[in-house]
């Protein structure tokens, strides 16, 4: 049952965003009363907290981001000041790694089917 109200009042948050309506406790559990979804009574306050200090379109936008480490940085920095600064270097090229071929089973004297 808790993951059913989880939902709904996920759903109504979303739907209240999407509006451009202010996302409150009473808001979300109108939508879900609404929708004859009945959840625990804590649900739409603790949803409406959660969304008062995160931004849901960061939510929406970063969805299977995994949240791990930060991003990688891959701009090279421009140099400041006016012009006639030294360019920055061209990023170093990367050495291909050499892998080894591997052994075939011809050279092994026997095969799965022998």
Do not use: H, Q, R
């Not at 603790?46 to 940085?73: H, M, S, W």
């Not at 000041?81 to 990023?91: D, F, Q, V």
Request: aromatic share 8%; charged share 25%.
């Amino acid at each position: 049952m808790s993951s059913v109200g989880e939902a709904a009042c996920s759903y109504a948050a979303l739907i209240l965003y999407d509006d451009g309506i202010p996302i409150t406790a009473e808001k979300i559990a109108t939508i879900v009363k609404a929708a004859n979804i009945s959840v625990e009574s804590y649900w739409p306050s603790l949803f409406a907290k959660l969304f008062e200090k995160c931004n849901i379109e960061d939510l929406i936008t970063n969805v299977g981001a995994g949240g791990g480490g930060a991003p990688v940085a891959a701009a090279v920095p421009v140099a400041a000041g006016g012009g006639g600064g030294a360019a920055a270097p061209p990023p170093a090229e990367e050495k291909k790694k050499e892998e080894p071929e591997e052994e075939s089973d011809d050279d092994m004297g026997f095969s799965l089917f022998d």
